[in-house]
């Protein structure tokens, strides 16, 4: 009886293994291969949900479905101009044929490496097959002209391919070299380029140099407008102030002539008031013109010593 027992045990653990060995599941995420002692057997399964095998005979081997990142190293790379650069990049991919990505690269980590190969490869023949000038730039620029910066536009050269295009080209090349490995590469971007240290530090010496030649250009420009504006100022202030003079002359002249146009009248009106006016004006003139300690000399036939003879 226990015999039985544990034979029923034995037997229900084994039903549970094979039942438990028999299926796999895959989500939305992932596609799988089943292999019989290291070889393919049968369709991939990319369907998601429940899928059988044989069990402990079969083995599944998963891969991701969803579009897989590529980041290139940074590589010191010759243009098609003799220029040396740095050159970092990256891709995106995903696994078209699950089937064929395993007979030939077996996993991700040889997938990369095998697209290290290819995309670095491409890359290097796409920036020596062009210059500078047209990896750096994807369009042709139609700047403003102006005089200040005439010397620098003319350096701008018009493109015929462009980075956009240098991009497609390296994509469409590494394709055509992954068709037999169940792989296509969806996207290549060049991330980030520059020069390499030595040149960099000459170009950014030039550059330097020419902002301080521009900066100095504007000083020049800017301290001859300033004279401009303070010859305009003093000639302008020297005119409001002859202006002005001449105007208050004009009507010192004409205040004097109504002066004298009233002391006329008033002479002809009356000569006792003429006298008395006289005699009034004399008077103002001593005080404004001596003092205590003031001493003068007089003719006999002054005015100031005819009134003061008067008066004794």
Same mark, same amino acid.
């Given at each position: 009886m226990r015999k039985r027992k544990t034979g029923l045990?034995? #037997? !229900?653990?084994?039903?549970?293994?094979?039942?438990? +060995?028999?299926?796999?599941?895959?989500?939305?995420?992932?596609?799988? #291969?089943?292999?019989?002692? !290291?070889k393919p057997v049968g369709e991939p399964r990319t369907s998601p949900g429940i899928n059988f095998k044989t069990p402990f005979l079969h083995k599944v081997q998963f891969?991701? %479905?969803?579009?897989?990142?590529?980041? !290139?190293?940074? +590589?010191?790379?010759?243009?098609?101009?003799?220029?040396f650069i740095f050159v970092d990049t990256y891709a995106r991919w995903e696994i078209t044929n699950p089937l064929q990505f395993f007979i030939r690269l077996r996993d991700e980590r040889s997938a990369q490496s095998r697209l290290d190969d290819i995309l670095d490869g491409e890359t290097?023949?796409?920036i020596a097959s062009h210059d500078l000038l047209e990896i750096v730039r994807s369009t042709n620029r139609d700047p403003e002209i102006t005089e200040d910066f005439m010397e620098e536009l003319e350096i701008l050269q018009?493109?015929?391919?462009?980075?956009?295009?240098?991009? %497609?080209?390296?994509?469409?090349?590494?394709?055509?070299?992954?068709?037999d490995l169940g792989v296509r590469i969806l996207d290549f971007r060049f991330k980030r380029m520059n020069y390499v240290d030595e040149v960099r530090d000459r170009v950014y010496d030039r550059m330097i140099s020419e902002r301080n030649?521009?900066?100095?250009?504007?000083?020049?420009?800017?301290?001859?407008?300033?004279?401009? #504006?303070?010859?305009?100022k003093e000639r302008d202030l020297a005119k409001i102030q002859?202006?002005?003079?001449?105007?208050?002359?004009?009507?010192?002249?004409?205040?004097?002539?109504?002066?004298?146009?009233?002391?006329?009248?008033?002479?002809?009106?009356?000569?006792?008031?003429?006298?008395?006016? %006289?005699?009034?004006?004399t008077m103002e003139s001593f005080e404004k013109s001596m003092d205590e300690n003031t001493s003068i000399v007089l003719s006999t036939d002054s005015e100031f010593f005819k009134y003061l003879r008067k008066l004794n």
């Amino acid at each position: 009886m226990r015999k039985r027992k544990t034979g029923l045990v034995v #037997i !229900g653990v084994i039903l549970t293994l094979l039942i438990f +060995n028999s299926y796999f599941i895959l989500d939305e995420t992932e596609q799988a #291969i089943v292999t019989q002692f !290291g070889k393919p057997v049968g369709e991939p399964r990319t369907s998601p949900g429940i899928n059988f095998k044989t069990p402990f005979l079969h083995k599944v081997q998963f891969f991701d %479905k969803r579009y897989l990142e590529w980041d !290139g190293d940074k +590589n010191q790379v010759p243009t098609k101009d003799k220029k040396f650069i740095f050159v970092d990049t990256y891709a995106r991919w995903e696994i078209t044929n699950p089937l064929q990505f395993f007979i030939r690269l077996r996993d991700e980590r040889s997938a990369q490496s095998r697209l290290d190969d290819i995309l670095d490869g491409e890359t290097r023949n796409a920036i020596a097959s062009h210059d500078l000038l047209e990896i750096v730039r994807s369009t042709n620029r139609d700047p403003e002209i102006t005089e200040d910066f005439m010397e620098e536009l003319e350096i701008l050269q018009d493109i015929t391919v462009g980075r956009d295009m240098i991009e %497609k080209i390296v994509l469409e090349k590494a394709n055509q070299r992954t068709t037999d490995l169940g792989v296509r590469i969806l996207d290549f971007r060049f991330k980030r380029m520059n020069y390499v240290d030595e040149v960099r530090d000459r170009v950014y010496d030039r550059m330097i140099s020419e902002r301080n030649r521009i900066a100095d250009q504007f000083k020049s420009e800017g301290q001859g407008q300033a004279r401009v #504006i303070e010859g305009n100022k003093e000639r302008d202030l020297a005119k409001i102030q002859s202006e002005a003079f001449r105007k208050a002359e004009e009507i010192k002249g004409l205040a004097d002539a109504e002066a004298t146009d009233i002391y006329a009248s008033a002479y002809n009106k009356n000569r006792t008031s003429i006298d008395l006016y %006289k005699f009034l004006r004399t008077m103002e003139s001593f005080e404004k013109s001596m003092d205590e300690n003031t001493s003068i000399v007089l003719s006999t036939d002054s005015e100031f010593f005819k009134y003061l003879r008067k008066l004794n």
